[in-house]
């Protein structure tokens, strides 16, 4: 049975920093895309990031451009969010995601984690 376990996240101030990860079992993702998708409440879920199998190449929404990082770990089988610069329209709940699969102008994913809350504070 496939398990997205995320930790990490919390109430922070604006400007403050966060680190999400990501613990995956029941199944090794190091030969598919991992990442993140985040969902605000009444919004629907947004991508956010995205890492290739080997970490070579990374995807970002543009209002995370310059601000989050995502990095894996494919001998633990996590992946990890490092959050920056966090505003007030960054609260919202962060899901992992895996596989995740490039179709162009969406993503496509197979299993989903349960979210873990961020609120950043004005």
């Known amino acids: 049975q496939v398990q997205l376990v995320e930790s990490g996240g919390g109430l922070v101030q604006a400007g403050g920093s966060l680190r999400l990860s990501c613990a995956a079992s029941?199944?090794?993702?190091?030969?598919?895309?991992m990442g993140w998708f985040r969902q605000a409440p009444g919004k629907e879920r947004e991508f956010v990031a995205a890492?290739?199998?080997?970490?070579?190449?990374?995807y970002y929404a543009d209002f995370v451009k310059g601000r989050f990082t995502i990095s894996r770990d494919n001998a633990k089988n996590t992946v990890s969010l490092q959050m920056n610069s966090l505003k007030p329209e960054d609260t919202a709940v962060y899901v992992c995601?895996?596989?995740?699969?490039?179709?162009?102008?969406?993503?496509?994913?197979?299993?989903w984690g349960q979210g873990t809350q961020v609120t950043v504070s004005s």
């Open positions: 890492i290739s199998r080997n970490s070579g190449d990374t």
């Open positions: 995601a895996a596989p995740m699969f490039n179709e162009g102008s969406r993503w496509s994913v197979e299993h």
């Open positions: 029941g199944r090794t993702f190091s030969s598919y895309a």
